[in-house]
């Protein structure tokens, strides 16, 4: 035996697995040009099942880099929600019918497509804004971890703390087998059922000399899963037990009589389980199957060999009694046991960091997985790429513990409650006290959707979010409700319809925020067709163009925006508004990207946007947008103490001369 | 010199040309699946300028074949269209603001790309539904062309009347020759102003012993420009006359203070000639300049040598003053002498054909050429498909002619009166009679904007659209208007929102009439609670499930669409429909993708389809669209007169047994 070559090399962010929430990340690192490097186990990318759902959030964020538009067009959509409830002979019947969505919440609503599509989309993004330089590296995966301790605290260019090493697997090694031959895709080999397999491929890979390399790395994130390899390295636990409830997952073109088969379906049967149905792309339906006759052994696992396609269409059958159900195509299928953990640390020294599954596990079945493990990339790209970049401080990494561990807290609260409710008999009667109200779940269900959008998470007071008692009770006087196409502090920028000053065009003011890693200071100048805000504008506006501070950032590190209230004809860009918010340049003339109008468009009706945003027409106000696009700051349009404000924020954030 | 290989193969549809005729013909051919070749003797697809702005229609016929949301995105919306004219001081000032198109009468509006974006999406689509069997072959021009006379009347599979000798160039013979030497694209060799070089690259190529080979063709079609070779082969003619107007064109990123420049403007100087300002993507703006200095010669050519960059500039800053206009980049120019032709004939004894610039040459200001020529292939392309395949008969293709020649003399009628009314001097005053009338002027313009749209085609009766006297009265009792959202024989079915019966989800109803070569049976249900619509329903329907002669194409040559117009919740996919308005197939269930409704939707308001189509919402209709979306054939639900009329319309074009 020959010892192989180990070579070595540097990067600024190594990324441990190319799900949902490493491909986000690598995503943000190709958008920043970051020099990252992403591996994977697996030698495949996954070809169908796995997580489906993307919710509002996602799609929101998705559109930041360019992509939802792939997604919206191949997907299904969710439009319908009905429920299915025994009556009074305990036959099920449909309860009640609403919207899957509320609406004016968000310019997308839910959608269905499956994992492999998506990620496909996220590898055709990273080679397109890498330029072709970062590429997911299949069958790759990290043997050992070392952190020079001493050096986490320098967060200076030349500082490699980290030092991995990864092998490289052979073909063979990095195909997991699947535990039948059939043809059918059969999920079990990644359900939480089966355990992991990584020391496996470890162990198989040193048997067949497979080769190594040295990494030295300033940053590491795993997004390697639940049984996260990264989280063990650290010593990091998930807190939380399993249930004993079963559930079996089926992707099949049905054949139903059902009416309802097309619509996203609750369906609770008097004494046989419950299932949802969750209509797909391409005539397939998924459906989650309650397995009432499978139950846990002693050791808190159930036996798997017990658990079939068969078996699974057995128990839906029972549930949708009268109604007819079979199919003759299943495209993949799998189990899970319900239970709910989420991790202890999110961070190990603003070095290591982990994300998606790696520190929240939950049931399937809200559409939660994919969504909350994307924002939590989401989240920490950014702040890597910046301070990578040397322009933020280091501390605003801690943010992302702080952020997005309450995120997973309230996940795994919601996915608890909401799974009993779900998984429990339906109570017969007022007196039946162990069955579940089914008016009491159908308010949770509702309740719970706003909450799975994703559109409702709120970050606290930090570095990056100016709440304090001033800032919240400027944002009360600012916004006139609470729901959630208002402008609010810690919350995402919403998006509604404004149109562009130079040429008329309607855009939905969101997509102006795209994610490029740039902060963005919005001005809601207001009535400039007034002389004391146009003064108010034009003073606001020098201090900006002046500012010694903020010279080093402008339109390279912080975007400008303007959205005034005037009518659009009443004004003219070049005389109107000060340069700087519609900057001149030798070569490409004036700028016509930068200032937005609220107005009446010709085709597409009048988007309303300062009284949807909560924002007074006459007087405006400034917001600070992060490059994730929450909103870290809002103050007056007032060239003293507004202004004050925004170079404060921005002096709390960027790292000065 | 040793004699070339020559290798003899067989095609069913020779495409000559790969502008933007020729790629939609291809894609017909791609999307049906037949064996064509499509070739170009230019070397490389072009980077910039020439043709830009793509109309309403287009972008559904592209929308159809999955295209238009990639052009959407990228190409710049024209939204707003203002006029500048001279004020009684002589200086141009803005006389009109207006939306650039009416609202209503799609759900797309004008947009600017260049030509290459949109070539190039073409290329990726033909490649995806030819499953990569279907490529230009640049490089490579016809020669000679035999038609053996006594085979064309015989439409049989293997039936092989043209025999073409095709030349491959070497690439430096396929690559044309740039007029000067700088870095800016130059258009003037594809102007008009510049002789054909077609024959140079043939003798080029024979002296470098280029190879050749022998295709034999069923049918020809000649999407070869306005120098056309194929038409030069059969001999026909371009009829009409070049004008004195000469215009430059500049594709820049301008440096100006004129207030209007990302509008679409059309600027009249009182003496210094007019200009049309086209604002286009990544900052271009495209600028149409009269050079009134530059005049044709006695022979009726003008001296292009006089025609620079700078030259054109100078004519465009005389026309925009007192505004300053100047530029640092320009992306291509070029010029052109106005001059409107129409071909004497579109097609050879149904055999060859001609399509594009080959039959019809004008002025581009309109923003028609690309669109018009993409037409004129979507018009043809289907045709062909289906004769080939051997399911209509051959006499379809003389509809061609009959249909596009229209369209071309409308076209240069409508061009011939703008161009003069654009060209010529503004009136000083009311008694000033040589000069244009400037409230005349823009009248023209704003109903040429619509003949522009390419919405108001009407294709006149022949056997593929039923159009006589009984069958005109029911259109006027059917349909309530003549605006263009109304169902009219002839014209192209309006794209309206309806619903889903199975899940609400809502769709542009003219997007499920995919090019894919199928006809379709719209079937307009009415109020299907009705016990006496729902028994006229079934009897229909109990006719086209037995009806002999259409078991042979139903659902694979005729698509068979439904929406009623009764509350969606208040019926049943499968408990009130009749199956064979969705199919029930033993792997894949019942169809859910047929059956619509005209309700409010959850999110996106309420279509208010059976009023906009001028349809009755208690009796309903039949409609049958030809694969290319225009109206072959209204009539009433109504098992024996209207039945017979729809299995009529198909006795007419299908071959039968």
């Known amino acids: 035996m020959t010892k192989p070559e180990t070579s070595e090399s540097k990067c600024d962010v190594l990324i441990v697995g190319a799900g949902p929430a490493g491909l986000m990340l690598a995503t943000w690192m190709a958008h920043c040009g970051i020099n990252a490097r992403i591996v994977d186990k697996r030698g495949t990318k996954i070809f169908s099942g796995q997580a489906d759902g993307l919710q509002m959030r996602s799609l929101e964020v998705l559109d930041s880099f360019g992509i939802a538009d792939r997604v919206w067009k191949e997907a299904n959509h969710l439009i319908e929600m009905c429920m299915w409830n025994p009556g009074e002979d305990g036959k099920i019947r449909r309860s009640d019918r609403v919207p899957d969505m509320p609406d004016g919440i968000s310019r997308f609503y839910q959608i269905v497509l499956h994992q492999g599509r998506i990620e496909r989309f996220f590898l055709d993004n990273i080679k397109k804004y890498s330029k072709d330089t970062l590429h997911v590296e299949r069958g790759v995966l990290p043997e050992s971890l070392d952190i020079s301790e001493n050096l986490c605290g320098d967060h200076s260019a030349d500082n490699y ?88 997952v089926l992707d099949i073109i049905p054949i139903t009589d059902f009416p309802d088969i097309r619509s996203r379906c609750a369906i609770h049967s008097a004494s046989s389980g419950s299932m949802m149905v969750i209509p797909r792309e391409n005539k397939l339906v998924r459906l989650y199957i309650q397995l009432t006759e499978i139950k846990p052994d002693a050791s808190g696992r159930a036996d798997r060999s017990k658990i079939t396609p068969s078996t699974i269409i057995s128990a839906a059958q029972k ?59 989401f989240n920490l790209g950014w702040k890597l790429g910046l301070v990578v970049k040397g322009i933020t401080q280091p501390s605003i990494l801690q943010t992302y513990q702080t952020e997005r561990r309450k995120v997973a807290q309230d996940l795994i609260d919601f996915d608890h409650r909401f799974s009993r409710l779900f998984s429990g008999r339906p109570a017969k009667d007022v007196l039946d006290e162990t069955g579940v109200n089914m008016t009491e779940f159908k308010e949770a269900f509702l309740k719970g959707n706003l909450f799975a959008s994703g559109l409702s998470v709120d970050y606290g007071a930090s570095q990056l979010v100016a709440k304090d008692k001033t800032a919240e009770a400027q944002v009360a006087q600012i916004t006139k409700n609470e729901d959630l196409s208002v402008i609010k502090l810690g919350m995402r920028f919403p998006s509604h319809q404004v149109l562009n000053q ?110 949807k945003y909560g924002v007074d027409k006459e007087k405006g106000c400034v917001v600070v947008t992060r490059p994730d696009q929450y909103v870290g700051y809002v103050g007056e349009l007032d060239p003293d103490k507004g202004w004050e404000g925004v170079e404060g924020y921005f002096k709390g954030v960027f790292v000065g001369k």
Chains 1, 2 share one sequence.
């Open 319 to 377: 549930i949708i009694a009268p109604y007819n159900l079979t199919y003759e195509y299943c495209d993949w299928w799998t189990a899970y046991q319900i239970g709910q953990r989420v991790g202890t640390n999110f961070d190990y020294k603003s070095r290591v960091f982990l994300a998606g599954d790696a520190v929240h596990t939950h049931s399937p079945k809200a559409g939660q997985g994919m969504n909350v493990s994307m924002q939590d990339a």
């Open 161 to 248: 703390p980290l030092t991995v090493k990864l092998r490289h697997l052979t073909d063979e090694e990095a195909t997991p087998a699947q535990s039948t031959s059939s043809t059918i895709q059969d999920g079990l080999f990644r359900s939480n059922m089966v355990e992991d397999d990584t020391d496996d491929l470890i162990r198989r890979s040193k048997e067949k000399q497979g080769t190594t390399e040295i990494i030295k790395a300033k940053y590491m994130v795993g997004c390697d899963g639940a049984h996260s390899w990264t989280r063990r390295q650290l010593g990091f636990q998930l807190e939380g037990e399993p249930t004993d409830f079963i559930w079996g």
């Open 502 to 611: 130079a040429d008329g065009r309607p855009w939905q003011f969101q997509t102006r925020l795209k994610s490029d890693g740039r902060f963005r200071l919005i001005i809601f100048a207001g009535n400039v067709l007034s002389p004391t805000q146009s003064a108010l504008l034009n003073s606001f506006a020098a201090k900006l163009a002046s500012s010694s501070f903020l010279a080093k950032y402008i339109y390279s590190t912080i975007d400008v925006l303007t959205c005034h209230s005037a009518p659009r004809t009443a004004v003219d860009l070049l005389r109107d508004f000060p340069e700087v918010l519609h900057p001149f340049d030798p070569k490409l003339g004036w700028d016509y990207e930068s200032v937005y109008v609220d107005d009446v468009s010709y085709h597409q009706g009048f988007g309303d946007a300062y009284v």
